[in-house]
């Protein structure tokens, strides 16, 4: 059995009924802040009864209120959250009875609603119950049955790894202790009132008692006087092992270990990293350790593993988990902000939480339900990397083929947006890109078709390979070359046909998508810019500047430089343009212009397709 469905209603940011949708497994909640990772988490560890503590509340502030009421309005009426698990076999039918749906013997209902009323003690009503119909029954011993463990997020390691009552590993050891219950005494009971005995015959001791029961006899006298003797006083197993504490050896590659104990330290001397992989460590050791015949499903529930680990670790980390998940049948779900972590597992783990202006509520995504065909997945498996992965957090993505169009766009993307704030006053246009949370990918190559299928959303009247496919709902524009014939020069008056293979897209999506849309050129990025207003002298005179020797190629750029070009033709700009794409470093130069515009604040002209793209993602 795993958990498959979470439905919340009420709770924190979720209004309405959200659902979210879990694969046995890995499953891994990415997105922006505020979309409601935390509280999914949150919500499971209130149905499952799961806290770090062994305690759960709920306060007047977890019950749903708009924003825009007072924060004196009373919020929701209810809470409300329900569990579906599914493929329960025979045995775990026969257990769960209770909960199972009437129509699905392998799927079986776990439900909790607490009303937004508090009693005399301020605590909320909550009533929790099996199967579909609110009467149902509901027993401890069942839930029970199921082994939550929560990370919680900017943990203190350190501090969750001291010696304490309630401490993790005080846990940990009293769990290993109930699977070997026996009426013995356990050896270290043994050992420590062994000890107790000894130190009743060590001389300091003796001495320190004999000065104690002194004190006593002359201060009260000997009618009101008491005996008392110096010995530890934790000789019972679970007193003990609260005094246990974790230390560690830092283990250098090629020195080996230690079995010297004096050789172990303090955590306060390890780093805030390696002290989380030590705090993980014991809570997958829970598992290990409180694994019974009654233990149906096992469910880790990480907030944030990525808190002072470097990529390496990250990804060492997440690819642990994975193979934990699949070998010892543990449903780990994990919240991130770390892009590495997005990057580094399968794409069905990952789960996209999405906040739009159309919705009052978060939108989730699974990616595994986006459609993918075979060799798009295959591909963004292998391209997904740190650097694209940024596009699951983002608020819009805008797709460039490459570094050049990178590094630029963002500059230019300035002065498109402030035409528009020029144009539109009363729209309040932002700054900048990074102001709207759009991401610029560059994806080295001409993959849109792969990456806008993470966002398409089709919606075609007729039925298709698209029909009730999911998408990541934000836009997604991408910037692609025309590519017409090597030699061509057009113009806007006289275009050329493009020979690039992904111009398809551009009619296709614009028909048929409502998140994704492809603009393009008449030939190539530099070539489109150079066409511009005056862009070329600009352009003429940064290209100048990287040249290393004299010739007819300085004395050309010069010519050019000194030309008018607002009084140029079309036909003589295209044949300046084409002489110029052909004796640059794209990557080079686009650098060396991008810190010109930047530290020149020069106003340079923007190709019509790029302001379309911006408007378009914008808007």
């Known amino acids: 059995m795993h958990l498959k469905t979470l439905k919340i209603k009420g709770y924190k940011a979720f209004s309405g009924e959200f659902t979210v949708k879990l694969n046995n497994g890995l499953n891994i909640l990415v997105g922006e802040n505020a979309t409601g990772k935390s509280t999914i988490i949150d919500a499971l560890r209130l149905i499952l009864s799961e806290d770090e503590y062994g305690r759960g509340g709920i306060t007047a502030s977890d019950f749903h209120k708009p924003l ?49 009323k508090e009693d005399n003690r301020g605590r909320f009503k909550r009533k929790i119950w099996g199967n579909e119909s609110e009467s149902g029954l509901f027993e401890w011993e069942l839930l029970n049955r199921i082994n939550c463990i929560y990370l919680p997020p900017l943990r203190d390691a350190e501090d969750k790894l001291k010696a304490y009552k309630g401490s993790r590993l005080s846990r940990l050891l009293k769990n290993l202790r109930i699977q070997d219950e026996s009426d013995e005494m356990h050896p270290l009971e043994k050992k420590f ?9 060590d001389s300091s001791i003796q001495i320190a008692n004999s000065y104690i029961k002194d004190n006593i006899l002359k201060a009260v006298g000997p009618v009101f006087g008491q005996d008392a003797s110096l010995q530890f006083t934790e000789i019972n ?62 469910i ?72 993918l065909p075979s060799p798009t997945k295959d591909f963004l498996e292998r391209w997904l990397d740190i650097t694209k992965s940024t596009l699951l957090f983002a608020k819009g993505v805008l797709l460039v083929e490459g570094i ?14 402030r035409e528009l704030m020029a144009e539109n006053p009363e729209k309040h246009y932002c700054d900048t890109l990074d102001d709207y949370g759009i991401s610029i990918i560059n994806l080295n190559g001409l993959y849109f078709n ?57 009619q296709e999506l614009e028909d ?3 998140n994704c849309r492809l603009f393009t050129n008449l030939k190539t990025f530099e070539y489109d810019l150079a066409l511009e207003g005056t862009n070329l002298s600009l352009m003429c005179d940064v290209q100048l500047k990287l040249m290393e020797t004299d010739g007819t190629i300085k004395s050309q750029l010069q010519t050019y430089i000194d030309n008018d070009w607002e009084a140029a033709t079309p036909e003589e700009k295209a044949d300046a343009a084409f002489w110029l794409l052909n004796r640059i470093d794209k990557g080079v130069f686009a650098q060396a212009l991008t810190q010109y515009l930047v530290k020149s604040q020069t106003e340079f002209q923007v190709p019509l397709y790029i302001k379309k793209a911006i408007k378009w993602l914008v808007d």
Not at 194 to 201: A, Q, V, W
Not at 302 to 318: D, F, T, Y
């Open 68 to 116: 825009h009421l007072s924060t004196k309005t009373k919020g929701a009426p209810r809470i409300s959250i329900a569990c579906e698990f599914d493929n329960l076999n025979d045995d775990e039918q026969v257990v769960y009875l209770p909960w199972l749906n009437l129509n699905d013997p392998k799927k079986a209902i776990l439900s909790l609603a607490i009303e937004n």
């Open 193 to 201: 009132a062994m000890l107790n005995k000894d130190l009743l015959n």
């Open 237 to 298: 197993f679970d007193r003990i092992v609260e005094r246990i504490r974790l230390l560690f050896y830092p283990v250098i590659p090629g020195a080996g270990s230690t079995n010297s104990v004096d050789m172990f330290r303090e955590l306060s001397e390890n780093s805030l990293g390696f002290n989380n992989i030590l705090y993980l460590a014991t809570i997958l050791a829970e598992f290990d350790g409180t694994e019974t015949t009654d233990t149906f499903h096992k």
């Open 300 to 371: 880790l529930l990480i907030e944030e593993p990525e808190a002072h680990l470097h990529p390496q670790l990250q990804i060492r980390l997440m690819h642990y988990l994975q193979q934990r998940s699949i070998e010892n049948k543990i449903q780990i779900i994990v919240t991130t902000h770390s892009t590495t972590l997005a990057s580094s597992v399968d794409l069905n783990a990952i789960k996209v939480l999405s906040a739009t202006k159309d919705s009052s509520m978060p939108i989730f995504t699974a990616v595994e339900e986006c459609c």
């Open 404 to 417: 050049a169009e990178a590094m630029l766009i963002k500059q230019l993307s300035k002065t498109v947006l």
């Open 450 to 506: 792969h990456f806008m299928a993470l966002f398409k959303g089709y919606h075609r009247k007729s039925e298709d390979v698209f029909a009730g496919c999911s998408g990541i709902p934000v836009r997604c524009a991408g910037l692609t070359d025309n590519d017409p014939d090597k030699e061509g020069r057009p113009t806007q008056s006289s275009p050329l046909i493009g020979k690039n293979h992904q111009l398809y897209l551009v």
């Open 512 to 514: 048929n998508s409502i």
